[in-house]
């Protein structure tokens, strides 16, 4: 089944940047910064994104790039909030506070704006991130996620989403149970560094046992490879967050004029 849907009307993605479209792009081969939580370089994602969105240089930085190891084995969560997966340099995968990755966040979006003369910057994750200080349009993939759910949920609305751990359930129902056009809404939890592809057919079978019609991958480090399997072996409609992430990437540069 082919990922390629109408996700959604141009003219929404200005609730989804955060940014006045009054200030225009006039030339051609706009640079966009791609911000991962965790360490560069980041192959899979990169090259997905690059596919996806062609004619468009991007620039990658890591928001732990310049974090120690042992900072980032030490991070713990604070308070209720979860933490968040990512990958190191090294190819491993951690989970890492999310104080310590919004703090970092903020340095990277300044580094592509200033030091790489960035035209817009997606921070490439779903979590949530809020007053990140920036100068230039700014999209954050939890965002457009959230409203491709909204927009397919008119049709889709039996919906079930994957995120990448226990802990982030409870946040990602609360989040989406806002979206008043969903009748059925299920949650379950897979890595998207799990060895073992047949983790997600094994969730994925039960959201189809359940009436699914739509299912999310809701994590940047879902890949398409997961995605087509997924698909392919239950049928239902898949969607995952680069795809949604770069959809709006691209359109909102066709908003602000880029060519």
């Given amino acids: 089944m082919k990922e ?8 929404k993605i200005r609730e989804v940047i955060k940014f006045s479209l009054t200030n225009k792009i006039s030339y051609e081969n ?14 899979s994602m990169m ?14 930085r890591g928001a732990l790039d310049d974090t120690s ?6 991070s713990k969560a604070v308070g209720d909030a979860p933490g968040l997966v990512t990958k190191l340099r090294s190819g491993e995968s951690v989970v890492v506070s999310k104080a310590l990755v919004s703090s970092r966040t903020t340095i990277a979006v300044q580094k592509l704006e200033v030091e790489d003369k960035c035209d817009a910057i997606l921070i490439a994750c779903t979590g949530e991130f809020s007053e990140i200080p920036h100068s230039k349009p700014l999209i954050v ?16 609305n039996r ?23 969903i009748r059925k809404l299920q949650v379950q939890n897979c890595s998207p560094y799990a060895e073992n592809i047949y983790n997600f057919l094994e969730v994925g079978r039960k959201f ?6 739509l ?4 994590c940047m480090g879902y890949t398409r490879e997961q995605r087509n399997f997924l698909a392919e072996k239950t049928g239902v409609q898949v969607v995952h967050a680069r795809y949604a992430a770069a959809e709006f990437a691209a359109e909102m540069l066709k908003l602000l004029g880029a060519k």
Avoid: W
């Avoid at 751990?165 to 806002?178: A, M, N, T, Y």
């Fill in 47 to 60: 090259s997905e994104l690059r596919s996806l969105l062609p004619g468009i240089q991007l620039i990658e």
């Fill in 141 to 156: 993939s939890g965002h457009a996620v959230y409203y491709t759910v909204r927009e397919l949920a008119e049709k889709y």
């Fill in 215 to 218: 299912i999310i991958l809701d």
């Fill in 69 to 74: 190891e042992d900072e980032i084995y030490s």
């Fill in 30 to 43: 706009p640079r966009m910064g791609i911000i991962s939580v965790g360490q560069t370089p980041r192959v």
């Fill in 159 to 181: 919906v079930s989403i994957i995120c990448p751990l226990p802990e982030q359930i409870g946040l990602v129902e609360e989040k989406f149970s806002r979206l008043p056009s």
């Fill in 4 to 11: 390629k849907i109408d996700l959604v009307d141009a003219s």
């Fill in 208 to 213: 189809k046992e359940n009436g699914s019609d």
